[in-house]
Structure formats: C-alpha cells, structure tokens
T-cell receptor, first 112, second 114 residues
Framework: EDQVTQSPEALRLQEGESSSLNCSYT??????LFWYRQDPGKGPEFLFT?????EEKEKERLKATLTKKESFLHITAPKPEDSATYLC?????????????WGLGTSLAVNP | GAGVSQSPSNKVTEKGKDVELRCDPI?????LYWYRQSLGQGLEFLIY????????KSGLPSDRFSAERTGGSVSTLTIQRTQQEDSAVYLC????????????FGDGTRLSIL
C-alpha cells in the first residue's frame, strides 16, 4: 500500500538553528514528491516538486532533497516566519487520477 | 493572478441538514480536486475532475457525498443529511492536467456539524 510518513511530528527550533524534516515513502513507482507549507487556517502552499533520486531544489532558507526511499527538507538559519506545518505528498505512477498521498506533517515552531 | 477561491470559509449547520461547498479554480486549470482534512489526520482525497472526462469518485466516503463541475470551471461539493463525523475542513485544489503538476489549494471551508 502506498504510504507517506513524516518525522518528527513536531519540532521546536531557536532562530538560526538549522535542522531537517524527513519524509519517508513507499509507493508503486514515484511520479513526483511534493512539499507544501500550511499556516493555521490556510490551505497548503506549494513549495517544491522532486521527480527523481538525487534531485535537489532550493528556495530561500529551504532545500529539498530526494532519495529512492525518502526526502529531506533542510531549513538553514530559520526565522520565526518559517513557523508552519510542512506537508509531504507523493503522486504514484499507478492509477490515472493524479491524487496525492499525504503525510501527517511536521509542525515547526521557530522561537526568536 | 487569482488563486483558488472557496466559499463559504466557515459553515455551521445542524445534523441532518444538507450543505453545499463551492470551489472556483485557477483560470486555465482543467484538473480539480476535493480533499478533506480532519484534526490529526492527513489530507483525504475525495474526488477528481479532469476536463470533460468522467470524475474519479473513488474517495467519496458515502453516497451522501456528491460533487459536480459545471462548464469545466466552478465545482460544488454537496453533503446530504450531514453527520457529526462530517465536521472537517474541505479543501479544493486545481492544477494543469499534465503529470506531476503541483496542485494549488484554496483556504478551505471549515464545516462544523452541531
């Protein structure tokens, strides 16, 4: 069964303290892995798409990497405004409805 | 440009009533999705529309749930005879039709069943 597991569930960092969030997946053929950010009361906001092992994408203080089993979202020198829930989702090759299979997210709090 | 728009943003109703939730996708996005997000659970796929093709309804939890998309644009999700377990945030997303295109979300409708 296709599955996505994110860890840790929650993470508290001091401003400037770099860390990484993990997304492990099992899927019958990966079409794409997506990272989103979700703020309270808002819908998920798209960050990155990764397609194949070895691929990396960067945006400001965020860098996403992908292997055949997992993806990491590295946060360098975070600021309080990076506080949010980070969601990972995968799209499998099987089936044609392009639905995303979601992890439960990592709730990140960055203290000033 | 304008993002995905959902209305109402909040809906409180009594058990047994019917509700309609509306989604206006990004212009040019022919793919449209409905998801449900409950506290402590991941996003749950409900239904997928792509152009004029028959929708994929495989995620609808019961026959009380239905959705339509008129003119390939606006979509309405209808829940009949609401139950307390239907309380959740209902999210709509749209995307271009090609493989691995990111889905862009509205801010959802928070549905509370009393």
């Amino acid at each position: 069964e296709d599955q996505v597991t994110q860890s840790p569930e929650a993470l508290r960092l001091q401003e400037g303290e770099s860390s990484s969030l993990n997304c492990s997946y099992t899927v019958s053929g990966l079409r794409g892995l997506f990272w989103y950010r979700q703020d309270p009361g808002k819908g998920p906001e798209f960050l990155f798409t990764l397609y194949s092992a070895g691929e990396e994408k960067e945006k400001e203080r965020l860098k996403a990497t992908l292997t055949k089993k997992e993806s990491f979202l590295h946060i360098t020198a975070p600021k309080p405004e990076d506080s949010a829930t980070y969601l990972c989702a995968v799209q499998a090759n099987a089936g044609n409805n392009r639905k995303l299979i979601w992890g439960l997210g990592t709730s990140l709090a960055v203290n000033p | 440009g304008a993002g995905v728009s959902q209305s109402p943003s909040n809906k409180v109703t009594e058990k047994g009533k019917d509700v309609e939730l509306r989604c206006d996708p990004i212009s040019g996005h022919t793919a449209l999705y409905w998801y449900r997000q409950s506290l402590g659970q991941g996003l749950e796929f409900l239904i997928y529309f792509q152009g004029n093709s028959a929708p994929d309804k495989s995620g609808l939890p019961s026959d009380r749930f239905s959705a339509e998309r008129t003119g390939g644009s606006v979509s309405t999700l209808t829940i009949q005879r609401t139950q307390q377990e239907d309380s959740a945030v209902y999210l709509c997303a749209s995307s271009y039709p090609w493989d691995s295109q990111p889905q862009h979300f509205g801010d959802g409708t928070r549905l509370s069943i009393l």
